[in-house]
């Protein structure tokens, strides 16, 4: 071989030894350049500036098998500059459950402001002569879903008798015709077309509608079997729930295996479908979603107005919606009565953020609708918070909002946007309400076990997500020099337990909070 050959094959060699050193060093770090379609990505910083904790948890994960068929997405961001301290995958859309509230509270502070509070009339038509209503009386819906909230406390009893009460104080003896429940604010197909239909009818996806009682949701008690694989007793349900109906394929199961029951059904319909075990023992109780808020807060009002001779048991109670069904006119020309108040929404923002209640957000979305787009559906309520984060700066390319809460599994956003959501977020004048209602590591909520006895305890605050094969956290910290950096932690199709993902999410917070 000639020494000029040679020399040839010497000059190769170090020019791609020196090429795949500055490649792998770059892939450790996952610090890829900038999107060129993405024209609100901003600078990033040198990988030698991530604490070498943090770059070690990083190429762990990213060769970890969990994650063989799954993805994961980081992105930290400086709130004061704007800049990306930290990427991994931050521009692809994943899945990030819950923690999608935080686009919809934030929005919502930003659009209905912290003081809104949502409004249920009290209403009647036709004439009031001699203490005689020659009408109808209505409960017009404003989407309040706090309405009797056994969540917050709430009496739904002692909050039907102040409305017996105002009606009294309105010179109000005798009611001739009906008690309708108005539900026109917001759209009659209560849930979001993307939900699917395992959650329906399950507690935690009760839809919002212009009427919510009782945070739409009752307990059914059942009787285990004796003997394994036999059916259950339906026992009853609490509240009473008008004519609901249960076909029951539960069976019974060992003792110790928890509640593994769901009840299926769609709104307005009383036939409800239960599926799943529970475990041998005593009296066991599972919550589902009430079928027709509206139509069980008629019949309860009814009953209230009777007790208080407002009515008899001749005078009827209705919903528009069953009125359009049998095609009976709506008389929108009403006297008002009296106006009940929700909490405020900077109140209820931190139930949702710190208690993920997907109905909470679900009604916050739609209220959104409401006021920017005249329209109270799921559509109209995420089109106008689309449209609200652009304004603000944030590219909206590859960003999904199919609902409120987080629960549909078409939702898409990325790690940079979700991220860059709480940056812009600490822009706002509302941003004290909204960084008070997130959960704090080693503290609060999902968050109460997580970071204890290091620097993110009391420090990292982050609304949680997941679901199946979907784990998330977004939200702030301070690093040692006391700077505020905003963040989005994301996992996919991880094929491990859910507590193993989140700790090794969990080790990985512990070491940003360095950065």
């Not at 997405?73 to 301290?85: E, F, H, P, R, W």
């Not at 409800?272 to 008629?298: E, Q, V, W």
């Not at 993110?456 to 997941?466: C, F, M, V």
Request: proline share 4%; net charge positive.
């Amino acid at each position: 071989m000639s020494q000029k050959l040679l020399l040839y094959i010497a000059a190769f060699m170090l020019i791609t030894l020196v090429t795949c050193s500055h490649s792998q060093q770059k892939q450790a770090a996952d610090m890829p350049s900038h999107l060129p379609d993405n024209n609100h990505a901003p600078k990033t910083t040198h990988p030698t500036a991530i604490p070498i904790a943090l770059k070690q948890l990083i190429d762990q994960l990213n060769r970890d098998a969990v994650l063989r068929h799954g993805s994961w997405a980081l992105s930290i961001q400086d709130v004061t500059s704007g800049k990306q301290l930290v990427q991994v995958n931050p521009y692809k859309t994943m899945t990030v459950a819950s923690s999608l509230k935080t686009v919809t509270t934030s929005a919502g502070l930003g659009i209905l402001g912290g003081n809104y509070k949502f409004a249920t009339q009290i209403q009647y038509d036709g004439a009031l002569s001699g203490g005689v209503v020659n009408g109808n009386v209505y409960i017009k819906g404003g989407g309040d879903p706090t309405l009797g909230s056994p969540l917050l406390g709430y009496s739904l009893d002692r909050t039907m008798n102040e409305w017996v009460a105002a009606m009294k104080k309105a010179g109000i003896r005798k009611v001739k015709g009906q008690l309708i429940i108005d539900e026109t604010l917001f759209e009659e197909n209560v849930t979001p077309s993307s939900w699917i239909w395992a959650d329906m009818g399950n507690y935690y996806a009760a839809p919002a509608g212009a009427i919510n009682v009782l945070d739409n949701t009752y307990k059914l008690y059942l009787q285990p079997a004796s003997r394994l694989n036999a059916a259950p007793k339906v026992l009853r349900t609490s509240p009473w729930v008008p004519r609901i109906q249960f076909v029951n394929h539960l069976k019974t199961a060992a003792v110790g295996t928890g509640d593994q029951a769901y009840i299926h059904g769609a709104p307005y319909d009383h036939v409800r479908y239960i599926n799943g075990t529970i475990p041998m023992g005593g009296t066991f109780s599972i919550k589902g979603a009430l079928p027709d808020p509206g139509f069980y807060l008629g019949v309860a009002f009814r009953k209230k107005l009777i007790q208080h001779g407002l009515m008899t048991n001749k005078n009827k109670a209705t919903t528009t919606r069953m009125m359009k069904l049998d095609k009976q006119r709506v008389n929108y020309r009403r006297t008002l009565v009296h106006t009940h108040h929700s909490t405020t929404l900077k109140s209820l923002v931190k139930w949702i953020n710190l208690y993920s209640i997907n109905l909470y957000a679900e009604a916050v979305l739609k209220a959104i609708g409401v006021k920017q787009q005249a329209e109270g559906s799921t559509a109209a309520g995420a089109k106008a918070i689309t449209q609200y984060w652009k304004t603000k700066g944030l590219s909206t390319s590859g960003l999904y909002i199919e609902d409120g809460s987080g629960l549909a599994q078409s939702n898409g956003i990325t790690a940079y946007q979700l991220a860059q959501v709480q940056r812009l977020t600490a822009q706002q004048s509302y941003f004290q309400a909204y960084y008070q209602s997130l959960p704090v590591a080693g503290v609060s909520g999902t968050m109460r076990s997580l970071g204890r006895g290091t620097r993110a305890q009391n420090n990292l605050r982050a609304k949680t997500g997941g679901m199946t094969r979907v784990i998330s956290f977004t939200g702030y910290f301070k690093n040692r020099a006391g700077q505020l950096r905003s963040f989005a932690l994301i996992a996919n199709q991880y094929t491990c337990k859910y507590s193993i993902i989140k700790a090794k999410l969990a080790r990985l917070m512990v070491a940003m909070v360095e950065v």
